[in-house]
């Protein structure tokens, strides 16, 4: 129940990213003239796909004052609401309604309603387009963002984005040798068993297309339809990203897969491997080559690949290695909750990893790409923290993106552990 005094403080301070103000003018007893039905509809989509929030209807929304709802037109406003949250946004919208009475600014009381609008777990679609809330007004959603929205809302009800057809693409444009490792004898037709494993999608048309899956496991290529889908590595002299210190850089845009291979044997490549020679000859990395590895996995299967502009950014300094990957937490995962559960973003790509593809290089602890038990984070933060003596630090970048520093074993002044 919403406290008349608390809702009037709020209407005070005026309209914010959780409340929206709207004068209401009846036509008749039965008819609403003003606010307009779509304009309305855009409104309350805007705020179940940004955090929720309260429209209140008969307050004015520059001046603040109550006006108030006509006590006999509140049954036809009622009617008027569920039409638009049902008619109006696809899908239909649920909303919360309560009726108040609240003091004018001559001392009378008015009576207003309140509509509650919930965070929902879908994307709402209202006349004008996908509108999401920020601050106290509606934006529509670029591409980029609705994508990212779908994505993080599909957990339960919606299509994944790697399961979503890629327009103008086919089994044609497969490599052969790459689809071979998903086919089965025995299993019926090739293009079937792509379908199963969702690396084929059909299109609104019933075509059949690459979908996001299949394009970054099939294609030798993924960025000549995903031009972001790539990993950035880029090695430093020093501890800072200054282009006259940097030793190195290459851009893996192979299959994701040979991606995370490439990008791990550049981290072999240019850390230091310094040794002692007490008892004879023992090498100490300045990094654990597994959490390089379980770090460089999560990454690749777990970002968030509707982010056009976004890729995979490694950075190697002499004192640490950043990971940046596109896509902040998934759904109510946070930092904090890494290490206790295990959410994929991709599906497909994770469970493809954990089935298919096979790790050969001794030392890992892996005999698959991915682990189905979600003991990627364990592996990152213990045995980074056993060699350096520091913590990883994992850290959400502006929402964007995940960004994990692994520090480096120290070096003495004679190049030794």
């Not at 990971?323 to 790509?349: A, D, F, H, K």
Request: charged share 25%.
């Amino acid at each position: 129940m919403l406290n008349a005094e608390s809702l009037l403080n709020r209407i005070r301070l005026g309209e914010d990213s959780k409340l929206e103000l709207k004068r209401l003018v009846m036509r008749s007893e039965t008819k609403v003239e003003a606010p307009h039905a779509e304009s309305l509809a855009d409104e309350l989509a805007a705020m179940a796909n940004a955090q929720g929030g309260l429209l209140v209807l008969g307050v004015d929304d520059k001046s603040k004052e109550v006006l108030g709802i006509p006590y006999s037109a509140l049954d036809a406003v009622e009617k008027w609401l569920a039409e638009i949250c049902h008619d109006k946004v696809t899908p239909p919208l649920d909303i919360v309604t309560e009726h108040l009475t609240l003091l004018d600014v001559s001392g009378q009381m008015q009576p207003v309603i309140v509509v509650t609008v919930p965070k929902s777990l879908m994307v709402h679609k209202s006349p004008n387009g996908y509108f999401k809330r920020v601050a106290h007004a509606k934006r529509e959603m670029s591409p980029d963002v609705l994508a990212r929205l779908f994505q993080q809302r599909s957990q339960t009800r919606l299509i994944r984005f790697d399961e979503q057809p890629i327009a103008k693409t086919g089994f044609k444009d497969a490599d052969a040798l790459l689809v071979r490792q998903f086919v089965r004898e025995g299993e019926g037709d090739i293009e079937r068993q792509l379908q199963r494993l969702h690396l084929l999608a059909e299109n609104e048309e019933g075509e059949l297309c690459l979908s996001v899956a299949g394009l970054l496991l099939c294609t030798l290529k993924p960025t000549r339809w995903l031009p972001h889908a790539y990993i950035q590595a880029v090695a430093y002299r020093g501890e800072t990203n200054d282009p006259q210190y940097q030793l190195d850089a290459k851009d893996f845009d192979g299959p994701i897969d040979r991606q995370i291979w490439d990008a791990f044997h550049f981290v072999k490549r240019h850390m230091q491997v310094p040794a002692k020679k007490a008892l004879g000859r023992v090498d100490y990395p300045q990094y654990s080559l597994r959490a390089v590895f379980e770090a460089l996995v999560n990454a690749v299967a777990h970002r968030d690949y509707s982010l056009s502009q976004g890729r995979i950014r490694l950075h190697l300094f002499s004192d640490r290695l950043e990971l940046y990957s596109p896509g902040s937490l998934l759904n109510t995962m946070t930092v904090e909750s890494m290490q206790m559960m295990s959410m994929p973003r991709n599906e497909v790509i994770s469970s493809l990893f954990a089935r298919y593809y096979s790790v050969q290089e001794s030392g890992l602890g892996r005999s698959y790409l991915m682990d189905r038990r979600g003991a990627g984070v364990d592996v990152i933060i213990n045995e980074s923290t056993a060699l350096s003596g520091i913590k990883p630090v994992y850290e959400n970048i502006a929402d964007m993106e995940l960004r994990l520093t692994i520090y480096a074993a120290k070096l003495s002044s004679e190049g030794e552990l």
